[in-house]
């Protein structure tokens, strides 16, 4: 058993709750079983002056968050925040990466349906294609191709001619 002198025991009554029983039981050299009797020690003492008696239950320093001013236990190293306003860092960090995803998705969807319109256009191209082709082959099997377009200009010609306006005369 410890034997506590009068500066040991003021000592322990000044920094309980304020020191770690570990690091007490280290500076003195001594068991909890044995600090716990300084304990009772020391508030017997107290209880015969009239005083609240002493507790060494350690309670850990207050911290203030920066960011929200609240006091707290521990401060997250990485942000310098209380763990809440921690917490709501990685939130709105987490919604901004969401957004970013999202309008990834539209502009991939965009492409998408850019893609289908291209893709119809060129169905479409093809199918007039084909239909050129046919006609193309409807007029071969039936002799319509002599005609060539040097004869459609001279008829049109022709015809503009033959026309009452076109030669400035005009009726009155």
Known sequence: MHQWTTSELSYIEENAGKVPTH???KKYGC???ALRGAKKRINADRFMKGLEPISLRFDKPLFVCPNCNQKTDRIIARSGW????TDELKLDSYHHRLEIVDREAQRVQELERNKAREDAVKRELDNLK???R????TLVKHDLS????KDTV????TTTRDHPYSEGKRPE
């Open 23 to 25: 690091q007490l039981r």
């Open 154 to 157: 001279c008829e049109t010609v």
């Open 82 to 85: 209380c763990k809440a306003c």
């Open 31 to 33: 068991s909890l079983d």
């Open 134 to 137: 046919t006609v193309v082959k």
């Open 146 to 149: 002599a005609r060539t377009e």
């Open 130 to 132: 084909q239909k050129k």
